[in-house]
């Protein structure tokens, strides 16, 4: 059984990106404290720029699987090789970077025989 859930968080995120994308950051502000209304009581930012709902959504859906799908729907990289960086293996990934393509799995290739070696993600 599949159920797709979305929190009522992740809805205004979307929403407040929108805004600040086609340049309504007031409007983006003002969506984002429905969000920030629970969470820190005394924001009161009458303007947010796409960088600070993205920042707002890491935070908010921290652990939740999205960091992976928003780097790749912005093109960006992955840095956790930082000086003060708390990550225990340091990790660097460059937007775009083969390491961002899903693989086709080997099993799949050797009992396929519509696929070969070649057609795999590169």
């Known amino acids: 059984m599949d159920y797709v859930y979305m929190r009522a968080a992740e809805m205004v995120l979307i929403e407040a990106e929108a805004k600040a994308q086609s340049g309504d ?4 502000a003002e ?13 009161n930012q009458t303007s947010v720029s796409v960088e600070d709902v993205y920042l ?3 935070i908010e ?10 780097l790749k729907r912005l093109n960006k990289g ?16 460059e937007a775009g970077a083969n390491e961002w393509v899903y693989k086709i799995p080997v099993n799949e290739i050797q009992e396929n025989p519509q696929i070969n070696p070649e057609d795999n993600n590169k």
Request: glycine share 8%; charged share 30%.
């Open 56 to 58: 707002q959504r890491r």
């Open 31 to 43: 969506t984002l404290s429905v969000l920030m209304a629970n969470r820190d009581p005394e924001w």
């Open 78 to 93: 992955i840095n956790r090789d930082y000086e003060g960086s708390n990550h225990r293996l340091p990790l660097v990934v």
């Open 25 to 28: 950051e007031s409007g983006a």
């Open 61 to 70: 859906l921290w652990g939740e699987g999205f960091e992976y799908f928003d």
